[in-house]
């Protein structure tokens, strides 16, 4: 897989080489911090739980990186990202109301953080942002929903309105974050390690068992050494890695493949090409393993906007490469079985269009009785309280889980839907947009990629709730704020920004960044002229002087 090899021209004094490897050298930055942040927390995992200390180390990481979110705001986006990544792990190794919350707590801190600056009156970029007010009127209209009569409580009403509001300020977050191409490198270089880490532990469980869970994250072990799908060639167990379900893997694999494939862009040498498509290949695996199905028509959609945008055969055909590569890794590694898993939503074709079109039937009988929707309360789907509402209702109330859209309707009335339909078109133009703006083919390959990943998500919300299932669901607004961020960054503010930092990294004197180190006196510029004051009776003898040259040249 390679993206493509045209020139780029030189834009604001900045050479296409320049350019590239100040991008890789970002990339390579985030990709380290991702890698510090999966070997401190496994260092937590097996040192705490060895020692019988997790909770106490555990506790300790989480107030460093509570602190890290209110310190810095790019990396408090990387703690959150992590957090969103292990979700499932840390709620199943250590389950507590901490754990519960803390990608909620790490997202509350980072807009602390942001909106820090805007109480003090500083003019935030993201207000003025192309999604910003379908976004807000989608929130505001969300809390309200909170209030409407059918709901059976505040705090089930809360958590249902948490599933649809959670993520969508992370758009503002980056949007003021990525002030120039060093971040942009930096966070796509920490999607794709952080990904990579991910499908790396869900091939282990699919080579070696969950048996190591048993000790570790006994609740897991209980739960997913039970699930699996069966075939006439024999049973298959979902690999789940660390996230809360196999179907929340898939999607998370999925989103990361096709963002860190932006990464390519920058890439010239066959082994910075050969690193970003390995981690593609790792995550494509890992997908294929998870048996989600949603996420991998999501990543054939994705791949055929891709193809469509891009329309460079060389490209396509190394991408069609490595997703062959993968698939065939996967089918040798579950002896074929997988291979009936995704091919059984084709054959039984009846079921699948039952799955995606019921609950759209279901959900407008709904809003006929109730045009502005039953609240988010209904109890149906992942974080909406489902035990607390069937206590409270004697059972949940709504519709089936598998489709967002038709639960759009129901919980939020027509209203709802259409201002959810305003969001979603509205990020899509945005993103079309820029990649039809772009500059060089290479750019093109960058934007087309994010654009992917959105159209991905566009399927996936066909079959569950893709905007909340973390981290594919931050990794939405990740996207749409890279892609609106990325046509007002200049190609060369990501080359000043390296130098800046390696001048300050050689600066013993600690200068000001914005003064240039002159290395050799031959690049010192002239002094100008001093100018020596004099006194009154000086100047008055100096001008005798010249009254009496002038006269003698008369002579």
Not at 119 to 138: D, E, N, V, Y
Request: aromatic share 8%; glycine share 10%.
């Amino acid at each position: 897989m390679a993206a493509s090899t045209a020139e780029v021209p030189a834009q604001d004094g900045v050479d296409e080489r320049s350019l590239l490897a100040a991008s890789l050298a970002s990339a390579r930055r985030g990709a380290g911090a991702a890698l510090l942040f999966m070997g401190i927390g496994l260092a937590i995992v097996i040192i705490g739980k060895k020692l019988q200390i997790f909770p106490l180390l555990g506790g300790t990481a989480v107030i460093i990186a509570g602190l890290i979110c209110l310190v810095n705001t790019e990396w408090g986006i990387y703690v959150l990202l992590f957090f969103c990544s292990v979700d499932g792990f840390l709620k199943s190794a250590y389950a507590s109301p901490v754990t519960i919350a803390l990608k909620d707590v790490a997202l509350m801190l980072c807009l602390l953080r942001w909106l820090g600056p805007v109480a003090l009156g500083q003019r935030r970029g993201s207000f003025k942002g192309a999604l910003t007010i379908p976004m807000l009127c989608f929130i505001v209209y969300v809390l309200g929903e909170m209030f409407n009569p059918l709901s059976p409580g505040v705090w089930a009403a809360l958590a249902g309105a948490r599933t649809w509001v959670i993520w969508p300020p992370l758009y503002l977050l980056l949007h003021d974050t990525l002030r120039d191409r060093s971040r942009f490198f930096a966070l796509l270089g920490f999607i794709l390690c952080l990904g990579v880490g991910v499908a790396a532990y869900g091939v282990v469980q699919k080579e070696y068992g969950y048996e190591h869970l048993r000790t570790i994250a006994p609740d897991a072990y209980n739960l997913h050494k039970r699930l699996g799908y069966n075939t006439a060639q024999g049973s298959e167990h979902r690999v789940f890695s660390t996230a809360v379900r196999a179907g929340a893997l898939g999607q998370n694999m999925a989103m990361s493949a096709l963002l860190a494939m932006a990464l390519l862009s920058c890439c010239r040498t066959l082994t910075s090409r050969s690193v970003v498509s390995s981690g593609v290949l790792v995550m494509l695996v890992t997908l294929v393993f998870s048996g989600s199905r949603s996420a991998a028509f999501g990543l054939l959609l994705g791949l055929i906007v891709l193809a469509v945008s891009v329309r460079q055969p060389g490209i396509l055909a190394a991408t069609v490469l490595v997703v062959l590569m993968a698939w065939m890794l996967a089918m040798r590694a579950t002896e074929g079985r997988a291979y009936y898993r995704f091919m059984e939503a084709i054959r039984n074709s009846r079921a699948t269009i039952e799955r995606v079109e019921g609950p759209w039937r279901r959900s407008l009988e709904r809003a006929s009785q109730h045009f502005f929707g039953v609240s988010p309360a209904t109890g149906m789907g992942v974080g909406r309280m489902s035990a607390f509402v069937g206590r409270q209702r004697g059972g949940p109330t709504g519709i089936m889980v598998e489709n967002e859209y038709g639960r759009a309707v129901t919980e939020l009335g027509v209203p709802g839907f259409l201002l959810f339909m305003w969001l979603i078109v509205s990020a899509i133009r945005v993103a079309v947009r820029s990649v039809r703006a772009s500059p060089n083919p290479s750019e093109r390959w960058l934007r087309s990629c994010l654009l992917a990943a959105q159209s991905a998500m566009l399927v996936m919300l066909s079959a569950g709730p893709a905007l909340y299932l973390a981290p594919g669901g931050p990794y939405f607004w990740v996207s749409l704020a890279m892609i609106e961020r990325i046509t007002t960054l200049p190609p060369g503010m990501v080359v000043q920004t390296a130098r800046r930092r390696s001048r300050r990294s050689r600066d013993r004197s600690h200068r000001r960044d914005d003064v240039p180190l002159m290395e050799t006196p031959a690049q010192q510029p002239p002094e100008p002229p001093r100018v020596i004051p004099r006194s009154p009776r000086a100047l008055r003898a100096a001008a005798a002087r010249d009254r009496q040259a002038e006269l003698g040249s008369s002579e």
